[in-house]
Nanobody, 121 residues
Framework: QVQLVESGGGLVQPGGSLRLSCAAS????????MGWYRQAPGKERELVAT???????KYTDSVKARFIISRDNAKNTVHLQMNSLKPEDTALYYC???????????????WGQGTLVTVSS
């Protein structure tokens, strides 16, 4: 079994920064893409950023130039550095990864439990 454990969420003032981390553990052969999603109260879950196994990144327009996604393949970890935070960034942030536990078998989508980010003065 594979689990993703997120950390780093909390309360921060507008303009502040937070660094989210997500570590994958368990029976892992390799990990394909990893990403961060978020869900604000009353809204649908949305993609924030993704990063491929080779380090190629994509961001939703609302976080471009403010957030940076990165990964450490040796540690099976993905990070989300969030700068210049705005109240509208407030959400439960989820880590996602495509994980393969058996060679030559399909990647399985795994989700973390979520970490809460609250941006408020």
């Amino acid at each position: 079994q594979v689990q993703l454990v997120e950390s780093g969420g909390g309360l921060v003032q507008p303009g502040g920064s937070l660094r989210l981390s997500c570590a994958a553990s368990g029976n892992i052969i390799d990990i394909n893409a990893m990403g961060w999603y978020r869900q604000a109260p009353g809204k649908e879950r949305e993609l924030v950023a993704t990063i491929t196994s080779g380090g190629s990144t994509k961001y939703t327009d609302s976080v471009k130039a403010r957030f940076i996604i990165s990964r450490d393949n040796a540690k099976n970890t993905v990070h989300l550095q969030m700068n210049s935070l705005k109240p509208e960034d407030t959400a439960l942030y989820y880590c996602n990864a495509g994980v393969r536990s058996t060679p030559f078998r399909r990647y399985r989508e795994v989700w973390g439990q979520g970490t809460l980010v609250t941006v408020s003065s």
